[in-house]
């Protein structure tokens, strides 16, 4: 599966649209019923939606063609909101802290099926390269197997993931580096240096510079210690599609699009919520 796009939540948090891909050109796909306090989650697998209800949907691919994914008499999400791969979604029940992963199995006869498929988790991480989870106390980390309640500790306390098509990245508590997965139990190899936050997608590896390099963004070369400035908007919050990086500005002001060289950004949207990157 693939992101192709962008959506976005708008500022008042009552409907979502979808960037068809050029100049300033978004279509407006509605939102879940007459929903309000949107926040939207989305990776290879499709769309999806909590909303004030509360309630999760997913978003059918036709505007305004929301469908509830919530389990009748079920809990919608925790703190830990909806979680993405290629193959499904994702949920962490409970409160803030921690709480049980649920996947989401699709329908059957008596509607939408969720699994367990581990115990208390402080948060999780997803992408096509498949779902890590982080232990509420000590914080080691583990990458779920395919089998419920079966997964293998790949590393200890971090501070955070970024999830790739075929590849994890971490940075430990003091985000003094970045750092690849090597495939087999707790290796890492190091390949950048300091950050203040990384973001993965089909077009490859992010990062943000801490404050004293002025947030700018580095992508990586794919080889370690080689990254390229590429800019972007102050503080962004970005959305890694197969073809680009998007940044939204800290304050939401404002939505941009690499252009694929250099520093150039274009400027496609306006003040906006929240971005996610999507199929």
């Known amino acids: 599966m693939s992101t192709t796009t962008i959506c976005a939540v708008a500022p008042d948090r009552t409907k979502v649209f979808r960037y068809d891909g050029f100049g300033s050109s978004w279509t407006n796909i509605g939102g879940p019923g007459s929903q309000s306090h949107i926040q939207i989650g989305g990776g290879g697998w499709g769309l999806a939606a909590t909303a004030y209800g509360p309630g999760e949907y997913s978003y ?42 649920y ?3 699709g329908f059957d006869g008596s509607g939408p099926s969720w699994s367990w498929i581990r115990g208390t988790s402080r948060q999780a991480w997803g992408g096509g390269w ?63 240096g300091p950050a203040s936050d ?7 590896l992010v990062a943000t510079a801490p404050p004293e390099g002025n947030f700018d963004l580095y992508a990586y070369t794919g080889n370690p210690e080689v990254w390229r400035l590429i800019g972007g908007p102050r503080n962004a919050f970005l959305a890694i599609t197969d073809d680009t990086v998007y940044g939204m500005e800290f304050d939401g002001s404002a939505v941009y699009r690499y252009d694929g060289k250099g520093t150039s950004w274009t400027r496609i949207s306006g003040p906006v919520h929240q971005i996610v990157a999507t199929s």
């Open 60 to 101: 059918s691919g036709e505007p305004g063609e929301w469908e509830s994914i919530t389990p009748t008499g079920g809990p919608a999400s925790g703190p830990g909101g909806l979680v993405f791969t290629d193959d499904t979604v994702y949920k962490v029940l409970g409160t803030v802290g921690g709480g049980d992963i």
């Open 103 to 105: 996947q989401f199995d």
């Open 130 to 192: 498949g779902l890590v989870a982080q232990d509420p106390q000590p914080w080691d980390s583990h990458s779920y197997t395919g089998n419920p309640g079966d997964w293998d500790r790949i590393s200890g306390d971090c501070y955070t993931f970024a999830i790739g098509p075929d590849a994890v990245y971490k940075m430990p508590n003091d985000k003094s580096a970045v750092y690849q997965y090597d495939g087999f139990g707790d290796s890492w190899t190091p390949i950048g």
């Open 198 to 204: 990384i973001d993965s997608g089909g077009w490859g």
